[in-house]
């Protein structure tokens, strides 16, 4: 049996888009039950028939095909439950604010739902509740959690302490703890209906509508990116993900958030790989490399290209929005172009080619690679600067300092070492530094109180 329910003013209308069926229901628990019940009937014609055909996810564009077998297939389904929830509330508060308009992106998108890698777990301590693979029951249970909170009648103001793992937070109130379990748990509370996109807050939802209006209301201009906003409060919130709060404890490099610096580990730091290809030898590390490798042991073309008269095939998305590019939009132009001597490149990876070889220019230390900024005339230049927290930039500045003074001690030595042995030829030693904190400077207004740019060498 679910958790309690919670409680919405507005009656739900949830449409199951599972292949023909429109099925609606007005609560939660019915809906999922009868999710349920497809599943069941791929269960049974699995058995009879093809087991690979089951793994299809027949919701409405969604296109979904798992590689784990059913179990991966079920949350993914219940997940479509949930995100029909978050669109149906969308629809409810967007039809509050009509001057917003109505979402521009498209409905291509709308059924595109994340990956669900594992089962929802719960991480409250001493609770002991088997994980979760309908996200609806799982955020029902963890808001449970700060129900079950004793806290005094009529005082909003209270402490309450999060019983997360590891998480030391304190709220006023239960209401907030609420909202500060979302950030454990990443439940998003709204998505809109007409992209799909999912949202913390109904505040998020509006600035998504917002940023569609017309480039003259774009009045803020980020000097980092270029991307412009609305209102100063969107360009401050857009600045804030480009500062690096992260430092990886293996290397130099820094990340704005912790999800970025778990991945900048996964990919650079560890050999692991635990996805397999079934038809070869094939490993990798996330399951989006092994779905696109999946596609070249396919004896038909996946991708059609849809311009009337154009007979192009692909075995994979890439090639065939590359195809596009290139042959029907006219995109495929050198738009890459080198700030010191202003020569053009079709390919990011072309200049940094020539970067590297006729320039000498070697990215910071930490750092895969060159990233590219594109200015007001539409080339796309090299990036000279990263934010990062002041907090983070005193803590690379005292690790350089050590670094300095242990260099310093080594080279004593030799020196040393070089007076006791007067036979020995002095070895020149010539270091060329390049992609180093050089000098530290305020960043243009909208100025942000925590950070600072760095700039680079280059």
């Given at each position: ?43 049974v014609m699995g058995e009879a028939e093809?087991v690979e055909a089951e793994r299809n ?79 609806e029951w799982f955020y029902r249970h ?317």
């Amino acid at each position: 049996m679910p958790p309690n329910k919670r409680i919405h003013k507005k009656t739900l209308e949830l449409e199951c888009e599972w292949g023909t069926c429109q099925e609606s229901f007005n609560r939660m628990e019915n809906f999922c039950k009868h999710a349920e019940d497809h599943l069941n009937v791929l269960d049974v014609m699995g058995e009879a028939e093809d087991v690979e055909a089951e793994r299809n996810c027949l919701w409405r564009d969604c296109g979904f095909c798992s590689v784990e077998g059913s179990e991966e297939l079920r949350r993914h389904l219940f997940f479509h439950c949930y995100h029909t929830k978050l669109k149906q509330f969308g629809e409810q508060v967007l039809s509050g604010q009509p001057e917003l308009g109505t979402c521009s992106i498209g409905f291509l998108s709308c059924n595109k739902i994340p990956e669900i890698p594992e089962n929802f777990v719960c991480l409250w301590n001493e609770c002991e509740q088997p994980p979760f693979e309908n996200p609806e029951w799982f955020y029902r249970h963890v808001e449970m959690h700060s129900l079950l909170i004793d806290v005094p009648a009529g005082d909003c103001e209270f402490p309450v302490r999060c019983g997360w793992k590891d998480c030391e937070a304190t709220t006023k109130g239960r209401p907030k703890l609420r909202e500060h379990l979302r950030s454990h748990t990443q439940e998003k509370v709204v998505a809109c209906p007409g992209c799909g996109g999912m949202y913390a807050n109904n505040t998020k939802l509006f600035d998504h509508m917002i940023r569609q209006k017309d480039m003259e209301g774009q009045r803020f201009q980020c000097s980092h990116c270029s991307k412009r906003f609305a209102t100063e409060r969107l360009l401050r919130d857009h600045m804030r993900t480009h500062v690096s709060h992260y430092k990886c404890p293996l290397c130099d490099m820094t990340c704005p958030s912790p999800s970025a610096l778990r991945n900048h580990i996964k990919f650079r730091h560890s050999n692991e790989k635990p996805y397999t290809c079934d038809c070869c030898e094939y490993r990798c590390k996330n399951l989006i490399d092994l779905r696109k490798h999946l596609d070249t042991h396919s004896s038909e073309p996946t991708f059609h290209c849809d311009i009337t008269g154009c007979s192009f095939t692909s075995r994979t998305l890439s090639t065939m929005k590359l195809h596009h590019k290139r042959e029907h939009e006219g995109r495929f132009a050198a738009r890459y172009k080198c700030h010191v001597c202003d020569k053009c490149f079709t390919r990011g990876n072309s200049l940094t080619v020539h970067l590297h070889k006729k320039h000498q220019f070697k990215w910071p230390s930490g750092h895969p690679r060159f990233r590219y900024k594109e200015h007001e005339d539409g080339f796309l230049r090299l990036q000279l600067i990263r934010y990062e927290s002041v907090e983070l930039t005193e803590q690379l500045m005292r690790e350089r300092q050590n670094r300095q003074v242990e260099e310093d001690e080594d080279l004593a030595e030799e020196q040393a070492m070089e007076q006791e042995s007067p036979g020995m030829t002095p070895v020149e030693v010539q270091v060329e530094l390049r992609g180093v904190l050089l000098e530290e400077q305020r960043a243009e207004e909208p100025t942000i109180s925590t950070e600072e740019a760095i700039l680079y060498n280059l």
